[in-house]
């Protein structure tokens, strides 16, 4: 196999212009979908009237919250620390939206421009409220409260102990204290997000989801008790899919709010995200900022290491939000011996795009604060950078 090539398994359909996207799916009867979201990172929803909407010729439906179950709800897909179910996100904002992209209403018409057009006569009045733009912002003294009855914007802290820090670090012959913000990201995938959704014959059959989610299965799980049908009444099919990098991983809005504009119809209902949406409400990911303390013997050897953690998670805890951080908190001393370490992460909600996962979730923030410690490490001690990485590489 060494020095030969290899043809990339179902490749030849996609390079042919054969491949099947959720945007190719045609389902005699199928109407269009498109998204009212909020202008607003923080806002108190005053009033929404759907009315004028409504009576554009060839629009068969307007969902507000007022059309969703309030058990309409994205939950946790991962064990989460308890009282953390406060920040799960609606499928449709009901009273107060928290970030610019935040659905506030469904139009459902006969093809997407007609249904373009009547999203601009949704009239809906906002109030707007103090938004928090950071975690800095979101943890001073003062800063508004995301969610209501709550006494802080940090969701949960997460405390990780081994050895005796303070006392490895006051014996350290170097001490070097940096503080290190990664940017927020998102994968920005060559397709955006899409979703038909196909309703079962009044003679009985199947929901049919057809689309490009890579966890069909969880999600059918979380989606039917929201639909009041039984797993075996729902079924996800997906297509080829134009990149995943973590964004397919994740269970969506739309990816309520479609389903139930099809039973509420029984017609086919198609979704496709625009590339303006997708960067605006596709989960971000990455934004976390490291305050680490790290400490050498004289020889190089790394004794401990202290890091506060603050992850900017954005408006809610959506699916697996808590994660990436808290992979990174784990992994941040990473191929070294490290006898001590404490680590304290805070995950804070704030009014941006919520966040969740991305390619290898966590890794590159924490291999880019450790390494760059390294190096520095290696100036202070007059060691080559590759030595000092040697001595404190975990050995068998």
């Known amino acids: 196999m060494i020095g030969q090539s290899h043809p990339r398994l179902g490749g030849e359909p996609l ?3 054969a491949g099947h996207f959720v945007d190719d799916v045609r389902v005699p009867g199928m109407l269009h979908a498109v998204v009212l979201r909020s202008p607003h ?14 009576e554009v010729p060839g629009v068969h439906a307007v969902l507000t919250a007022a059309d969703v179950p309030a058990a309409a709800i994205i939950p946790n897909r991962v064990p989460a620390p308890a009282g953390t179910d406060r920040y799960l996100q609606p499928a449709i904002a009901r009273t107060v939206v928290r970030y610019v992209g935040e659905p506030v209403a469904l139009v459902v018409a006969d093809d997407p421009y007609v249904a373009r057009d009547a999203l601009e006569r949704v009239d809906v009045v906002y109030e707007p409220m103090s938004a928090c733009a950071s975690t800095a912002a979101a943890l001073a003294p ?3 409260r995301l969610f209501p009855g709550t006494d ?4 949960a802290t997460i405390t990780m102990r081994v050895g005796d820090v303070d006392a490895a670090l006051a014996g350290a012959a170097v001490v070097i204290r940096d503080r290190f913000d990664y940017p927020r990201q998102t994968a920005a995938a060559l397709e955006t997000r899409g979703l038909v959704a196909v309703p079962p014959d009044p003679r009985g059959g199947e929901l049919h989801l057809i689309g490009s989610t890579k966890c069909i299965h969880i ?3 979380i989606l039917a008790p929201i639909f009041g049908l039984p797993p075996g009444a729902l079924r996800l099919t997906e297509v080829d899919v134009g990149g995943g990098f973590g964004v397919r991983g994740e269970l969506y809005p739309e990816d309520i709010l479609v389903p139930l504009a099809a039973l509420k119809l029984g017609r086919p209902v198609k979704w496709i995200e625009s590339r303006r949406e997708n960067l605006m409400a596709a989960n971000h990911a990455r934004e976390v900022g ?3 303390e790290i400490g050498f013997a004289a020889d190089g050897r790394i004794l401990a290491i202290r890091a506060v953690i603050h992850a900017d998670i954005g408006a809610y805890v959506r699916t697996a939000a808590l994660v990436p951080a808290e ?7 990473g191929p070294y011996r490290v006898p001590s370490y404490a680590c304290d992460l805070w995950s804070v909600v704030t009014n941006k795009t919520p966040g969740g996962t991305l390619r290898s979730p966590g890794r590159p923030e924490s291999n880019f604060v450790r390494e760059r410690l390294m ?11 590759a030595e000092i990485r040697r001595r404190n590489l975990i050995r068998r």
């Open 152 to 155: 802080t914007n940090n969701v």
């Open 327 to 333: 992979f990174g908190a784990a992994l941040l001393p």
């Open 219 to 221: 999600n059918r799980t």
């Open 41 to 54: 990172a923080h806002a108190r929803l005053v009033s929404i009237d759907a009315k004028r909407a409504r």
């Open 142 to 144: 003062g800063a508004a």
């Open 15 to 17: 390079v042919t212009g």
């Open 375 to 385: 190096d520095l490490a290696a100036q202070r001690l007059g060691l080559d950078p």
């Open 290 to 292: 490291y305050e680490v």
